[in-house]
């Protein structure tokens, strides 16, 4: 096991405060990247934070996750820089940016990545309808998702109605839930950042702190922080998460192959599509500038839409519904890292991660691959072997 | 006139009722260097095979862009052909290669969302194997006509 340190602070947020405030005493580090809470709005959003009196409004353990931070890291580490930068990032967004990172579109050279035990968040609708959004909100959800064990509300697990948001909410007017993505998350622990925050286990004013790089030990070494195992129950409480969400995944998987098993079927799934392709926007590994959907290639004549609606019968408008989304699972399923941002951002309420993901895991298992799970494993598209996959070919 | 048995045509599977005859489409992406000019081989030397097959040559299997195959489902094809050069004679060094990676890729998908793996295949069929061109395409149809129309309402795909 690696050697672990502990933080203390009045409460969870405090410690966290306390730990990034150290960051910029160590030489190196500029600025930290960390959700922070607008003093007006109590809105919640990625900051880039030079100020270390700024970090008494951060609060990365909200369940409030508006964006994936990838996104904004790669807009941060394109061109190469010499002060280090640390980020704090859920490890559904950690994951994004190693696959951005794969396809050189950010880089981790001068970059200092922090991850926690991801308690999950809700979806921005209801997140933004909250009522009290204060401090004492997320302390409060942090609690009650650690006492219980990362569980996902009980009446639903009972009931077998994980993917029926609107029952749930008919059920427990008070109680929100979490994103689907959230719920059936695999892997919600950090595995690959510099410091781990751990979360599990632990009491309310303690973090625990591990690193998993050579720049992580090196960071944690100078600390004075006192050097602690972590909590010995910590593995089996993360294994019984695991279990309980690969057991929520199965379920929406099931419902959901039910629902899309062909292209008609998919076809009604997404009926409720405008195309506006917010989904594409807010997915933090489809990276294009110019996304081919934008082009000249789909801007179409006239006579071509009366054509294809007098072969068909009828064209349903906008058209390429089904032709973007299938395109999008083969431009993106292998990166895919399941932060449900695109259900997040559909004003329709398709619900789109579960698909996207399920598609994503399959494709990734095709060439034995996990988005985001380590650096150094190439993308499958970017290499190929003289001998391999010899069943594709042939009749 | 009226008692003459009407000619049977192919009813359009794209309404969504299922042909007796059904006469499967199938579009081809076939390389330039090998593949078409193994159809080509075919023609002149008077092998005989099913025309239900539409060609589309482009430079290299490596090229066939996911895209290409898609469409070609959505609007109506009941099979993808992409066939190239064999391994290690590709024009492009290794084009084929990463036309299978690709096409693998798209497999796995689209078979999520009942398009088989039989409907969408890839083959290496060299300049010189005119026979074998003409055998796969007539074993393609074959199958493909014991399998039915990939889409059966066309009109649910938006």
């Known amino acids: ?395 | 006139m009226a008692d003459i048995e009407p000619i049977t045509i192919a009813a359009d599977h794209k309404s969504g009722s299922l042909a007796v005859d059904f006469e499967p489409t199938i579009i081809a992406f076939v390389c330039n260097w090998c593949t078409y000019t193994a159809a080509d081989l075919a023609g002149t030397s008077r092998q005989k095979y099913p025309p239900n097959v539409r060609l589309i040559k482009v430079m290299c299997t490596g090229m066939v862009d996911p895209k290409y195959v898609l469409k070609a489902f959505l609007s109506g094809a009941d099979a993808v052909l992409v066939s190239g050069c064999h391994p290690g004679d590709c024009h492009y060094i290794n084009g084929n290669y990463k036309a299978r990676r690709r096409i693998h890729l798209v497999q796995g998908i689209l078979e999520r969302f009942g398009i088989s793996r039989e409907r969408l295949r890839l083959t290496w069929i060299g300049a010189s194997d005119g026979i074998q061109f003409a055998r796969t395409i007539r074993s393609m149809v074959a199958e493909l006509k014991k399998m039915g129309p990939a889409v059966t309402d066309m009109k649910q795909v938006i």
């Open chain 1, 1 to 395: 096991m690696e050697e672990t340190y502990e933080i203390k602070g009045a409460n969870r947020l405090d410690a966290l405060r306390t730990f990034l405030g150290s960051l910029f005493e160590t030489d190196n580090i500029g600025s930290i990247l960390v959700p922070v809470q607008s003093e007006t709005t109590h809105a919640i959003m990625p900051t880039l934070v030079s100020d270390p009196a700024v970090l008494a409004m951060a609060d990365p353990f909200a369940p409030c996750f508006p964006l994936n931070g990838a996104k904004l890291v790669s807009k941060l580490t394109k061109r190469p820089g010499d002060k280090t930068m640390a980020v704090v990032l859920r490890p559904c967004e950690l994951r994004a940016l190693v696959e951005l990172v794969k396809i050189k579109q950010a880089r981790m050279d001068h970059l200092i990545t922090i991850s926690f035990d991801c308690p999950g968040a809700y979806s921005n609708k209801d997140f933004n309808r909250l009522p009290d959004r204060q401090e004492s909100h997320t302390l409060e959800f942090l609690e009650k998702r650690l006492e219980s064990g990362f569980q996902y509300h009980d009446h639903v697990q009972d009931q077998d109605q994980v993917q029926n948001q609107d029952q749930n909410q008919d059920q427990d007017k008070n109680e929100i839930s979490l994103t689907t993505a959230c719920s059936i998350c695999t892997s919600p622990f950090p595995e690959n950042a510099d410091i781990c925050i751990t979360l599990v286990d632990q009491p309310a004013d303690t973090l625990g702190l591990f690193a998993t790089t050579d720049r992580g030990r090196e960071l944690l070494m100078g600390r004075t922080s006192s050097v602690k195992p972590l909590p010995k129950t910590r593995d089996e409480s993360i294994k019984a998460v695991l279990a309980q969400n690969k057991d929520a995944e199965k379920k929406v998987f099931e419902a959901l192959s039910s629902k899309t098993a062909t292209l008609e079927k998919l076809g009604i799934y997404l009926s409720a599509c405008v195309n506006c392709y917010n989904c594409r926007v807010a997915c933090p590994v489809c990276f294009c500038r110019e996304c081919v959907f934008n082009t000249d290639v789909f801007d179409y004549e006239p006579f071509q839409y009366a054509t294809w609606a007098k072969n068909k019968g009828s064209l349903r408008m906008p058209m390429d519904t089904v032709f973007f989304h299938v395109t999008r699972m083969i431009h993106m399923g292998l990166s895919c890292v399941g932060c449900g941002q695109c259900s997040n951002a559909c004003p329709n309420d398709i619900p789109l991660a579960e698909l996207f993901v399920s598609v994503g895991k399959e494709a990734q298992k095709g060439f034995s691959y996990g988005a985001g799970k380590d650096l150094d494993e190439p993308f499958p598209l970017s290499i190929f072997f003289e001998n391999e996959f010899q069943d594709v070919t042939g009749i």
